[in-house]
Structures are given as C-alpha cells and as structure tokens.
C-alpha cells in the first residue's frame, strides 16, 4: 500500500555552527540524532534512533551524506 507514502520535509541548521551527531548511550544503548554546537560543545536533540531506517529518515530530513560522528 504505497499510496499514502508520508512525505519527509527538508529541514535545515546551521552547517557553520552546528555538525550532526548521534548521541549513544554506554549502559542502556539507546542513541539520540541531533546536532552538536561546535563553540559551545551542547547538544540538541532532534530525534531517537531505533533502527538503520530512522537514520535514514535523520539524514534525509537535514540533507546529510557522509558519516555522523557518535559521542558517548
């Protein structure tokens, strides 16, 4: 039933201030896609990532190719 496909909107960040991270966690394993603030070193949460498909819906959203760092 491809007919009522959600559609991904294209978001965007600031690509001189931010770069995009997944944020893993060492006890639970749970991992966080968001993006890292490069002066400040905060993080920002955007999504949770269950599986290969929510990083591929993340990197489809904000317009990323390449690796994503991880921070633990």
């Known amino acids: 039933m491809g007919l009522f496909k959600k559609k991904i909107v294209k978001k965007s960040y600031d690509k ?4 995009p991270a997944i944020k ?3 006890c639970t394993g749970e991992q966080v896609a968001g993006f890292l ?3 400040t070193g905060s993080f920002a ?3 949770v990532i ?7 819906v993340f990197r489809a959203q904000y ?7 991880k921070i633990y």
């Open 16 to 19: 001189e201030r931010q770069k």
């Open 37 to 39: 603030d490069v002066h």
């Open 63 to 69: 317009g990323i190719s390449g690796e994503i760092g």
């Open 45 to 47: 949460e955007v999504m």
């Open 24 to 26: 893993c966690s060492i």
């Open 50 to 56: 269950r599986g290969e498909a929510d990083l591929e």
